[in-house]
């Protein structure tokens, strides 16, 4: 598959009629011909990491942060963090993805800068998601680091709102806007 969104946001936008995904920003783990999976990363739910990773390891964890819904489907816990030595898969630029549970146990004993950790995960079938793009249900952008460990509950805001950049900036270098607006 040559367009593969993986390390791409998906930006749900107001045409998406799923609730699961209103105002959901979405980072693409996996894309191929049989189908993606992503992560949302604006769903912290009130259960901390330490709280769930009682339930799941041997190990004791003081981490207060959130543990985030990743999305409808149940699954294992999933990690996003900045740590190469932990990483199952590289996702963009110093952001790594990983799910076995050693690497968990290290990302949450050794944090090495910003971690998220997930509970459920997004999953589309085969043609699925290209189909909600194609009705107007995502908006897409390259994911970055920067956005990825943003304030959650700022994320779909600023992404929506450097999707409409990208959009605009390459009819800005193109046509020469007066000064003033009415002389359009």
Not at 103 to 117: A, C, D, S, T, Y
Not at 143 to 153: G, M
Request: glycine residues 8%; negative net charge.
């Amino acid at each position: 598959m040559n367009d593969s969104l993986q390390g791409c946001f998906l930006i749900a936008s107001p045409h998406l009629p799923d609730p699961n995904f209103f105002r959901t920003v979405v980072l693409i783990i996996h894309h191929d011909d049989e189908g993606a999976f992503g992560l949302i990363l604006n769903r912290p739910l009130e259960q901390t990491v330490a709280e769930v990773w009682d339930l799941v390891a041997d190990s004791d964890c003081s981490c207060r942060q959130p543990i985030n819904l990743g999305g409808p489907v149940d699954g294992q816990l999933m990690a996003l963090h900045c740590n190469p030595e932990a990483a199952e898969r590289p996702i963009v630029p110093g952001v790594y993805f990983s799910l076995e549970p050693e690497e968990l146990e290290q990302i949450v004993q050794e944090p090495q800068g910003p971690f998220l950790m997930f509970s459920g995960y997004s999953g589309w079938g085969a043609g699925q998601l290209e189909s909600e793009m194609q009705v107007g249900g995502w908006l897409t952008l390259p994911a970055t680091r920067e956005l990825v460990f943003a304030d959650q509950e700022k994320l779909w805001k600023l992404a929506s709102e450097r999707v409409g950049l990208e959009i605009l900036a390459p009819m800005l270098k193109s046509a020469p806007l007066p000064d003033d607006p009415s002389c359009n």
